[in-house]
């Protein structure tokens, strides 16, 4: 199987978050199965690290909760994310290039959730004002914004950009025929 996702390829905590999506006005979720797990492992490239496993998707059900609440300024997203990041830790070592950061989690079910919430913890640093959810109404994706001016409003403008575009210019054409 496919992903079916309309966005793919964010920075990991959002990638995760984008596994909820509308379609057509329904809502969706790829984690809503073991083969939904195996799809989104596939794509995000942690298949031959992270096993697609029940333990494996309720952590990352509890990851994508703690991303959620941040992403809406829910109050309890912090603590929510912090949960998540107490299942691991990152073990500095030498590496033939210089240092490096080694991820590590007590359990490997917990691996790809805590990936997760230390990338939010990164994109944070980073530039929290690129993360941004999608302007469409119906949309309820999030991307990192990398244009060069930080003025991307739409998950895809081939997808929310056109229709929202479409719907402005029909909105037009109808006040001028009345």
Same mark, same amino acid.
Not at 6 to 19: M, Y
Not at 168 to 177: D, I, L, M
């Given at each position: 199987m496919t992903d079916p996702r309309? +966005?793919?390829?964010? $920075? +990991? $905590? +959002?990638? +995760? @978050?984008?596994?909820r999506w509308n379609e057509r006005g329904a809502p969706r979720d790829l984690l809503d199965s073991l083969d939904g797990l195996d799809i989104w492992l596939r794509a995000t490239g942690l298949a031959g690290t992270v096993a697609a496993t029940r333990p494996a998707l309720e952590a990352l059900h509890q990851a994508r909760a703690a991303v959620h609440a941040l992403l809406a300024g829910e109050p309890g997203g912090r603590e929510l994310l912090n949960d998540v990041l107490r299942h691991g830790r990152v073990r500095r070592e030498l590496g033939p290039d210089g240092p490096v950061d080694v991820p590590e989690t007590g359990d490997a079910a917990w691996y790809a959730a805590w990936l997760a919430a230390d990338g939010y913890l990164r994109l944070l640093e980073r530039a929290p004002d690129r993360i941004k959810a999608c302007a469409h109404p119906g949309c309820v994706l999030h991307f990192f914004d990398t244009s060069k001016n930080g003025t991307r409003r739409w998950c895809s403008m081939a997808g929310c950009g056109n229709r929202?575009?479409?719907? =402005?210019?029909? @909105? =037009?054409? =109808? =006040?001028? @025929?009345?």
């Open positions: 309309p +966005l793919r390829g964010e $920075p +990991l $905590p +959002l990638d +995760l @978050a984008n596994t929202s575009k479409a719907s =402005r210019h029909y @909105a =037009r054409r =109808r =006040r001028t @025929a009345n």
